[in-house]
């Protein structure tokens, strides 16, 4: 159920637009990840027309018969290689990729930097063109920037792939010569349009979270409206705000923060995870003992690569609370004990680690939070 109340808001977000034919480099239909997509139809030629351009695969105006345009920003740089296949055998399809020379999405910036128009030679058997028919796009194993009209010595419907990197904007006109069906597109390489955000998630406090208190998120000068979700055991669990925004956590434990906003239409999800500790109510002494009075040692042995331990010193009995965790915020072990007046020597649970890593272990007791590190080695 919170999946598909997160999806119903993103889809409301996203712009009305997404409902057009994409014929027209203006409409181009934006891509946010390199997942694989299939489209059933293409609608004909754009109200624009000639929009294409000149192009190394074609000698005059390209041709638009029926196109279609989409676009994408590369987040995660790497290889840039697809695969576009006819949903209808027999069909043909053509296709040019622009770069965007500033990175935006605007059109007249475009820059062909691969194309392929390959297909059948015309008066000549099937024979001679089966290498140019069927599926086409950007391979790591073509080394030819552009394909021209029929099938001529090493013609196979593929041109080189792309070295992309983030930042970079592309177009990606599909031009299906033969008929209006549509096709599927899969992205072989593997650099990403998933968006990335450089902005922040900020906290208003760097003292612990304890479970109820309320605090403040927010994006440090930034003043765009935000979709945030806060999950399950949060109050509220979404929320839509443009100046900081405030939640509480019922449940102690490691809590992911998730915010979304749009850009060139993509949902970017930026996260932040943080550690929402237990109000821990200390028992009532005959003596009033102040929490000051507690003394917890450093880990020791550290490094450690079996067993750790940590010294605590308390006057009173009372319970405390060690949560361990990674640098990343996740939960390593959570232990509850009871203390006893004097000096104890107590065991740290450091779970299952299958890997050298540090460490934070975190001791509560009442409204006292102390902090150590350890370094965890695997034998």
């Given at each position: 159920?919170?999946?598909?109340?997160?999806?119903?808001?993103?889809?409301?977000?996203?712009?009305?637009?997404?409902?057009?034919?994409?014929?027209?480099?203006?409409?181009?239909?934006?891509?946010?990840?390199?997942?694989?997509?299939?489209?059933?139809?293409?609608h004909?030629?754009?109200?624009?027309?000639?929009?294409?351009?000149?192009?190394?695969?074609?000698?005059?105006?390209?041709?638009?018969?029926?196109?279609?345009?989409?676009?994408?920003?590369?987040?995660t740089?790497?290889?840039?290689?697809?695969?576009?296949?006819?949903?209808?055998?027999?069909?043909?399809?053509?296709?040019?990729?622009?770069?965007?020379?500033?990175?935006?999405?605007?059109?007249?910036?475009?820059?062909?930097?691969?194309?392929?128009?390959?297909?059948?030679?015309?008066?000549?058997?099937?024979?001679?063109y089966?290498?140019?028919?069927?599926?086409?796009?950007?391979?790591?194993?073509?080394?030819d920037?552009?394909?021209?009209?029929?099938?001529?010595?090493?013609?196979?419907?593929?041109?080189?792939?792309?070295?992309?990197?983030?930042?970079?904007?592309?177009?990606?006109?599909?031009?299906?010569?033969?008929?209006?069906?549509?096709f599927?597109?899969?992205?072989?390489?593997?650099?990403?349009?998933?968006?990335?955000?450089?902005?922040?998630?900020?906290?208003?406090?760097?003292?612990?979270?304890?479970?109820?208190?309320?605090?403040?998120?927010?994006?440090?000068?930034?003043?765009?409206?935000y979709?945030?979700?806060?999950?399950?055991?949060?109050?509220?669990?979404?929320?839509?705000?443009?100046?900081?925004?405030?939640?509480?956590?019922?449940?102690?434990?490691?809590?992911?923060?998730?915010?979304?906003?749009l850009?060139?239409?993509?949902?970017?999800?930026?996260?932040?995870?943080?550690?929402?500790?237990?109000?821990?109510?200390?028992?009532?002494?005959?003596?009033?003992?102040?929490?000051?009075?507690?003394?917890?040692?450093?880990?020791?042995?550290?490094?450690?690569?079996?067993?750790?331990?940590i010294?605590?010193?308390?006057?009173?009995?009372r319970?405390?609370?060690?949560?361990?965790?990674?640098v990343?915020?996740?939960?390593?072990?959570?232990?509850?004990?009871?203390?006893?007046?004097?000096?104890?020597?107590?065991?740290?649970?450091?779970?299952?680690?299958?890997?050298?890593?540090?460490?934070?272990?975190?001791?509560?007791?009442?409204?006292?939070?102390?902090?150590?590190?350890?370094?965890?080695?695997?034998?």
């Amino acid at each position: 159920m919170k999946n598909t109340l997160t999806l119903i808001f993103l889809l409301f977000l996203l712009p009305v637009a997404d409902a057009q034919f994409h014929s027209d480099c203006s409409s181009a239909k934006p891509l946010c990840s390199n997942a694989t997509v299939t489209f059933d139809a293409f609608h004909g030629r754009g109200a624009v027309r000639n929009e294409v351009g000149s192009t190394d695969c074609y000698s005059g105006l390209f041709p638009e018969n029926n196109g279609m345009w989409l676009r994408w920003t590369i987040g995660t740089p790497g290889e840039l290689a697809f695969t576009l296949t006819p949903k209808q055998d027999g069909d043909d399809l053509d296709f040019v990729i622009f770069r965007v020379l500033d990175g935006s999405n605007d059109c007249s910036l475009k820059e062909p930097v691969r194309c392929a128009v390959s297909g059948e030679n015309q008066g000549q058997s099937r024979s001679t063109y089966s290498a140019c028919m069927g599926a086409t796009g950007l391979r790591a194993s073509a080394t030819d920037f552009a394909e021209r009209r029929g099938c001529y010595g090493a013609d196979d419907n593929f041109v080189a792939s792309i070295v992309a990197q983030e930042g970079e904007s592309y177009l990606l006109y599909v031009n299906n010569y033969a008929s209006k069906v549509g096709f599927t597109l899969e992205f072989t390489g593997d650099a990403d349009f998933t968006p990335i955000s450089e902005e922040i998630i900020a906290l208003s406090t760097n003292e612990p979270i304890m479970v109820g208190q309320e605090v403040e998120v927010h994006t440090p000068e930034s003043k765009k409206a935000y979709f945030w979700e806060f999950g399950e055991d949060a109050t509220p669990v979404f929320a839509s705000s443009q100046t900081a925004q405030t939640v509480s956590f019922s449940r102690p434990g490691m809590h992911e923060i998730k915010r979304y906003d749009l850009k060139n239409s993509c949902a970017i999800m930026t996260t932040k995870s943080v550690m929402v500790y237990e109000r821990v109510q200390p028992e009532v002494a005959a003596t009033t003992t102040r929490v000051s009075d507690i003394q917890v040692g450093q880990t020791f042995p550290n490094p450690s690569s079996d067993k750790a331990y940590i010294n605590i010193t308390t006057p009173v009995s009372r319970t405390a609370i060690i949560l361990i965790a990674d640098v990343l915020g996740r939960q390593i072990s959570r232990t509850e004990v009871e203390l006893v007046a004097g000096e104890q020597q107590l065991p740290l649970d450091l779970g299952r680690l299958q890997q050298t890593q540090n460490l934070f272990v975190n001791v509560q007791i009442g409204d006292e939070q102390f902090q150590r590190r350890l370094l965890y080695l695997r034998p």
